[in-house]
């Protein structure tokens, strides 16, 4: 199921969702923190926020934050974040590993990034893609329990320090974007 992260998809989501427990109490207050920093990003708008959740596979279950170009069907850049225990948010180039490797190249020789900037991670049914949260690995445990507790969407608390991550994540990653797309044409 991948739905626009909004409020009403997330109560549709928590319904339909209720009784599976990693839903409950790992998904959906992850979706409401996402949600409520998701707000605090609106004045960038080439940003979709979607999220996926599968009760079967729990590996599916993320938040997927799309850059909207409409320079190239090639390149797909996206930021992803899993709906788990830890924090993490990754980065994706492109829609194939041949167009990563293309495009991590390209980054490294005109010094956008340096080789051990961010995490790489590939595997084996994964795109390869940079994993980019620096200081936080971890949610405000306080937070997310008070959100899970609360039914109200307008007076969510904002976990900053995720906030902050997310925030880095677009300053640094949306330019190189628009960089590749310049440079490549196509």
Partial sequence: MLLNLEKVNIEK???LFAHNQNFTYTAYPRLKTLYAIKKEFKQIPELDWKFEFDHVNINKNRVIIEYRQDKSE???FYYEIPLS????LRVFLAKSSIHFLDLYNFLLSNGLINENQFRLKAEYHTIP??????KTKRYNTGILNKIQN????DGIPLDDNI???IDL???FFNPIFNQILSQFQI
């Fill in 13 to 15: 989501a928590f319904e």
């Fill in 74 to 76: 090639d390149f797909s």
């Fill in 85 to 88: 225990i830890n924090f993490e």
């Fill in 129 to 134: 893609h940079f994993v980019i949260n620096q």
């Fill in 150 to 153: 609360n039914s109200d969407f």
């Fill in 163 to 165: 906030k902050n991550e």
């Fill in 169 to 171: 994540g677009f300053r």
